[in-house]
């Protein structure tokens, strides 16, 4: 299955920000209730991946993305957790200015703007629970988010993939 998400990048008072989103809690959700990315499945009406992020993200937080707002793209991605379906996930990098307002949809329980200065800063370790099973995983443990919330799993290795990138 292919699928994409939308890097959305803005700059902020504390340097350059990402929009990271709390996918709503939904039964059949492997990533339910997880940190994330703008983003999904390809659908048939899709050009191409970079079509689908930026319809996902039009459709999950009412946030235009205009042609020229693209910055490019990073390598695709793939999930670690077994028994997964098999996915491939192509990142892309959008710059955006002034700062959208996200809204929230029925996918998206929450949307924060996060200095990626502090991504830097809290990357660490973090017991997550996968399938029922609790497992240590790298992690950037943003403060400020509610409920101890993380971003780990394809999240992290995205951002862990960008951050290099933006120095």
Known sequence: METSVAALLTPGPAGLEVLLIRRAVREGDPW??????????REPGDADLLDTAVRET???????LPPGSLLGALEDVTPSTPGLQPLIIRPFVFGVEPRPDPKTSEEVAASYWVPLASLHALRGTSVVKIRGVEAPMPCFAVGGLPDGLVVWGLTYRILDRLLPLLR
Do not use: N, T
Request: no cysteine; charged share 30%; net charge negative.
């Open 32 to 41: 339910s209730g997880q940190m994330g990315l703008p983003g999904g499945r």
């Open 58 to 64: 039009r459709e999950e937080l009412d946030v235009a």
